[in-house]
């Protein structure tokens, strides 16, 4: 798997919807791989909670606990930045909560989710994924230190949240992953020695962009 920085991914992603591969399937095998990382697990995660931001990165998450629910585990979707903001994030929420998976607003719900996580196997982190940049804000922070807390697994969806992908500069209150799933193309904070520790072992995925789209890297 090659690395690519920010810009080239997206690049890669223009390229694979103009080939014919839309935005709306990238993210559909994006949460599906994570569903299915969970799932092969030994034990097979039987309960999951996905903390999901507002960018594309929740979209994956969004997907990967429908996924999960359809295979028989109990799932909650955690909200940590209120309501997404693209329009394959939305349609991604709407489908899971059509389905009953109860979704919680963290600011508003802190002690449900709190209890929630206490009986769930596994986290998935999707609050940011490429697009963080700066800093965790401090009202984020206490969302990342429940979701760090308590020695549970932590599947991170592409970057661990509050690490820049392009820099591996890792904002103080990060996601500590035990997991993090490289969607098509390793960032170069998958490889620089100050990020490694927060992005755990590293899964790469294929999330079926054709060879021929990763061209401009040659
Ligand atoms: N392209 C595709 O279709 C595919 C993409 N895929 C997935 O999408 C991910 C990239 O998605 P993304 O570009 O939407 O960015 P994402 O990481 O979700 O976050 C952006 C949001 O966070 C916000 N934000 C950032 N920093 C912040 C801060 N410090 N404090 C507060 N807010 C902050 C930012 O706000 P803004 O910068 O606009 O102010 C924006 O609202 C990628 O990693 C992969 O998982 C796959 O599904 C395959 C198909
Ligand atoms: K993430």
Request: aromatic fraction near 6%; include cysteine.
């Amino acid at each position: 798997m090659k690395t690519v920085t920010v810009s080239q991914m997206k690049q890669i992603e223009k390229n694979a919807a103009e080939s014919g591969l839309s935005y709306t399937q990238m993210m559909e095998n994006a949460g599906a791989r994570a569903a299915d990382f969970l799932l092969a697990q030994t034990p097979p995660a039987r309960s999951a909670v996905v903390f999901a931001g507002k960018g594309n990165n929740a979209g994956d998450g969004f997907v990967a606990a429908r996924l999960l629910k359809k295979a028989g585990c109990e799932v909650t979707v955690v909200l940590t930045d209120g309501l997404p903001q693209t329009a394959d994030t939305c349609r991604n929420l709407e489908k899971i909560q059509a389905m009953g998976i109860p979704v919680f607003d963290f600011l508003e719900e802190t002690a449900a989710v709190t209890a929630q996580l206490k009986n769930a196997c596994v986290a998935v982190d999707a609050i940011y994924g490429t697009g963080f940049h700066g800093a965790l804000r401090q009202s984020m922070r206490l969302v990342t230190e429940v979701l760090n807390a308590g020695g549970r697994s932590i599947l991170a969806l592409d970057m661990p949240s509050g690490v820049s992908a392009d820099t591996g500069e890792v904002s103080p209150g990060a996601v500590r992953a035990t997991w993090t799933m490289a969607f098509d193309s390793l960032k170069p904070a998958h490889l620089l020695e100050k990020s490694i520790p927060f992005c755990g072992e590293i899964v790469p995925v294929d999330i079926g962009i054709p060879a021929e789209c990763h061209e401009i890297l040659e």
